[in-house]
Nanobody, 120 residues
Framework: QVQLVESGGGLVQPGGSLTLSCAAS????????MGWYRQAPGQQRELVATITRGGITNYQNSVKGRFTISRDNAKNTVYLQMNSLKPEDTAVYYC??????????????WGQGTQVTVAS
């Protein structure tokens, strides 16, 4: 029902920057949250940042001040600007969309993931 297509991953040196994009298509409710999660090898998937349709953001503490999440509602696209990247930011980054219906039931969708590698 919802398709998420990510782009923008790659290899970057420590201290560098990358921007991830995720375009959503399909049935997207007027009440939704989009976000980014990441999973490093041997680790659990963890929240990086989320943003509501109204622009309310939430960040993992370790990325505050370095990463910025934004969205273009007209394009159903979410972005993650990542600055001052560290080797510990290396992971597969997954785009997430959560639709909320009139009963506040949540429907979650995931992208296929994009690799971000921070190394010199």
């Amino acid at each position: 029902q919802v398709q998420l297509v990510e782009s923008g991953g790659g290899l970057v040196q420590p201290g560098g920057s990358l921007t991830l994009s995720c375009a959503a298509s399909g049935i997207i409710f007027s009440s939704n949250t989009m976000g980014w999660y990441r999973q490093a090898p041997g680790q659990q998937r963890e929240l990086v940042a989320t943003i509501t349709r109204g622009g309310i953001t939430n960040y993992q503490n370790s990325v505050k001040g370095r990463f910025t999440i934004s969205r273009d509602n007209a394009k159903n696209t979410v972005y993650l600007q990542m600055n001052s990247l560290k080797p510990e930011d290396t992971a597969v980054y997954y785009c997430n969309l959560e639709n909320y219906d009139v009963l506040s039931r949540r429907y979650a969708y995931w992208g296929q993931g994009t690799q971000v590698t921070v190394a010199s």
